[in-house]
């Protein structure tokens, strides 16, 4: 959904994915409006992030982002203005849904951990809100 809605903490969920486990090894599958709730129209990850390092630390207004540990483990921290939640990603086969509107930022990393990032939307420099009282500001107002 990409509008002005006042998302929270609680509309970012987690998801597990469809696991299936072979002997040879696992797969996971993501699939746009399936596994996750929108058409995914960018994909990045992060990796070979140094000891007590951390990313994030912004809001997208429109964006959303579904986010997966690929490789080890890692927090995110999730805030929508009033309310703040840590989730611990640390299986390849769980996601973690981050609506639009919803400060994140992302530490604890572990060695070797490799954050995958499925994003809605193409990259907008214009969508990104990286002071947090900036954001704390646009929430009041939306």
């Not at 072979?22 to 996750?36: D, F, K, Y």
């Not at 890692?74 to 919803?102: E, K």
């Amino acid at each position: 959904m990409n509008d002005n809605s006042l998302h929270t903490i609680n509309d970012c969920q987690v998801v597990n994915l469809p696991k299936h486990t072979r002997i040879n090894g696992n797969l996971t599958v993501v699939e746009n409006g399936i596994s996750i709730p929108f058409d995914v129209k960018r994909v990045y990850y992060l990796y070979d992030i140094p000891s007590g390092e951390a990313r994030g630390g912004h809001a997208h207004r429109l964006l959303q982002q579904f986010i997966i540990a690929v490789s080890g483990s890692f927090d995110v921290v999730i805030d929508d203005g009033y309310n703040r939640r840590t989730v611990t990603l640390n299986r390849p086969y769980m996601g973690l849904h981050i609506r639009s509107g919803i400060w994140r930022e992302l530490n604890n990393f572990s060695s070797g951990a490799v954050c995958l990032v499925l994003a809605s939307e193409h990259y907008d420099e214009e969508d990104y809100i990286r002071d947090y009282n900036e954001f704390v500001e646009y929430i009041r107002n939306i």
